[in-house]
């Protein structure tokens, strides 16, 4: 990685602000995002694709710009993979960074490895000290490796478009103005029961 590690943990201190916790994730989404700027190069408008949503966007977000509410940033975290790509929006060109677990060692980095394969001990879920130490662990795993268990790829967008914005509608039920997928759509998507995430108390 072409920077000092002073200068690489002080972005990683910054990020972490910014997410509010001091996820391992945050360090290594540091590294890949700096991986993928680099080989992209400079470009007037970028996109990016996240394919996990943990930690990851967060990182992508405030070292990138790349936001979901300017739309530059699509989640497609269905896929599950700690793996992202840029893209220059004018050409379509891009690059696309990930884990290569191949290149994690479960014998050198054992923490690591286990991070990745999820696989690490059930206490970190319940126990906070816990958490915490093989979050740190994890970090000093990887600082020792740094870029060389990133893999990246050239790639081509299939769709840089930016998404339909539909026409509103006022809801017959809870008369409140919603993006309507067509224009003979009555119920939100609360309403209808299609998303529903909140109940209204007595």
């Given at each position: 990685?072409?920077?000092?590690?002073?200068?690489?943990?002080?972005?990683?201190?910054?990020?972490?602000?910014?997410?509010?916790r001091r996820a391992p994730?945050?360090?290594?989404?540091?590294?890949?995002?700096?991986?993928?700027?680099?080989?992209?190069?400079?470009?007037?408008?970028?996109?990016?694709?996240?394919?996990?949503?943990?930690?990851?966007?967060?990182?992508?977000?405030?070292?990138?710009?790349?936001?979901?509410?300017?739309?530059?940033?699509?989640?497609?975290?269905?896929?599950?993979?700690?793996?992202?790509?840029?893209?220059?929006?004018?050409?379509?060109?891009?690059?696309?960074?990930?884990?290569?677990?191949?290149?994690?060692?479960?014998?050198?980095?054992?923490?690591?490895h286990k991070f990745f394969?999820?696989?690490?001990?059930?206490?970190?879920?319940?126990?906070?000290?816990?958490?915490?130490?093989?979050?740190?662990?994890?970090?000093?795993?990887?600082?020792?490796?740094?870029?060389?268990?990133?893999?990246?790829?050239?790639?081509?967008?299939?769709?840089?478009?930016?998404?339909?914005?539909?026409?509103?509608?006022?809801?017959?039920t809870c008369n409140e103005?919603?993006?309507?997928?067509?224009?003979?759509?009555?119920?939100?998507?609360?309403?209808?029961?299609?998303?529903?995430?909140?109940?209204?108390?007595?």
């Amino acid at each position: 990685i072409s920077m000092n590690t002073s200068e690489f943990l002080s972005i990683v201190e910054r990020v972490y602000a910014f997410h509010g916790r001091r996820a391992p994730g945050i360090v290594i989404g540091v590294a890949m995002v700096h991986k993928a700027v680099e080989l992209l190069g400079s470009v007037k408008k970028q996109i990016a694709f996240v394919e996990s949503r943990a930690c990851l966007p967060d990182v992508v977000q405030y070292l990138c710009g790349c936001t979901i509410g300017n739309g530059d940033l699509r989640m497609v975290d269905k896929i599950g993979k700690y793996a992202f790509s840029l893209f220059d929006r004018d050409t379509g060109k891009g690059v696309r960074v990930f884990v290569d677990i191949n290149k994690i060692s479960l014998e050198k980095t054992p923490e690591l490895h286990k991070f990745f394969m999820r696989r690490r001990d059930p206490a970190v879920r319940t126990d906070k000290e816990a958490r915490k130490a093989s979050g740190e662990q994890v970090v000093k795993e990887f600082l020792g490796v740094f870029d060389e268990i990133i893999g990246s790829e050239k790639i081509m967008g299939l769709d840089l478009s930016k998404p339909d914005i539909y026409e509103a509608n006022i809801c017959s039920t809870c008369n409140e103005s919603f993006a309507a997928p067509t224009r003979d759509s009555e119920l939100c998507p609360h309403c209808s029961g299609e998303l529903t995430y909140y109940k209204i108390c007595e």
